[in-house]
């Protein structure tokens, strides 16, 4: 069974940094391409950073790009994201997903979740 | 970067056919995906690639496109299809490179 389990969420300064962690396992998890998902509170999902299998492929929203880093170590089947420079607006539930590639046809979505970590900027 | 367009609420009658609909430039290069979301869950894949679904999604859930557009079709809506839902899909316009969600559609079934 696929699993992705998030962690490293908090209460953090405006500022501040914060580290978080998604532990994978049930899946192969160096073959597979993984992003950040955040959500804000009542709003929409919006895509935050992916990282291609062996993390050649590194992109980012504009909206963090400069302030977050995102990194994987797949000996230890784990996503990170780093988060620096924190604001109020970066305040939203952070999830992790694993990415499905079906590229010939340009099919591409994310087809396992995790149950998602709350990060709060406030002062 | 691209945007998906989402129109913010639909209703359907319990038992009647409902069609979500999300607009955008990124969707004439790539198949939209479309994720159900239940308050204080995380989202759910429930149609991919052309017009899939992902075991455990049942069949009166359905995708297509053309063009600009892509739409889930839900024949037969259920009560429990009461949700939040979002398409997605590969950007790469410009320099950018990443993916973008429509901003959701709340689906209510009365």
């Known amino acids: 069974e696929v699993q992705l389990v998030e962690s490293g969420g908090g209460l953090v300064k405006p500022g501040g940094s914060l580290r978080l962690s998604c532990a994978a396992s049930?899946?192969?998890?160096?073959?597979?391409?993984m992003n950040w998902v955040r959500q804000a509170p009542g709003k929409g999902l919006e895509w935050v950073s992916s990282i291609s299998s062996s993390s050649s492929y590194i992109y980012y929203a504009d909206s963090v790009k400069g302030r977050f880093t995102i990194s994987r170590d797949n000996a230890k089947n784990s996503l990170y994201l780093q988060m620096n420079s924190l604001r109020a607006e970066d305040t939203a539930v952070y999830y992790c997903?694993?990415?499905?590639?079906?590229?010939?046809?340009?099919?591409?979505?994310?087809?396992?979740w995790g149950q998602g970590t709350l990060v709060t900027v406030s002062s | 970067s691209s945007e998906l367009t989402q129109d913010p609420a639909v209703s359907v009658a319990l038992g009647q056919t409902v069609r979500i609909t999300c607009q955008g430039d990124s969707l004439r290069s790539y198949y939209a995906s479309w994720y159900q979301q239940k308050p204080g869950q995380a989202p759910v894949l429930v149609i991919y690639g052309k017009n899939n679904r992902p075991s455990g999604i049942p069949d009166r859930f359905s995708g297509s496109s053309s063009g600009n557009t892509a739409s889930l079709t839900i024949t037969g809506a259920q009560a429990e299809d009461e949700a939040d839902y979002y398409c997605?899909?590969?950007?790469?316009?410009?320099?950018?490179?990443?993916?973008?969600f429509g901003g959701g559609t709340k689906l209510t079934v009365l």
């Open positions: 049930g899946f192969t998890f160096s073959s597979y391409s």
């Open positions: 997605n899909s590969r950007d790469s316009s410009g320099n950018h490179l990443g993916w973008v």
């Open positions: 997903a694993r990415v499905n590639i079906v590229a010939t046809i340009g099919s591409y979505y994310f087809d396992y």
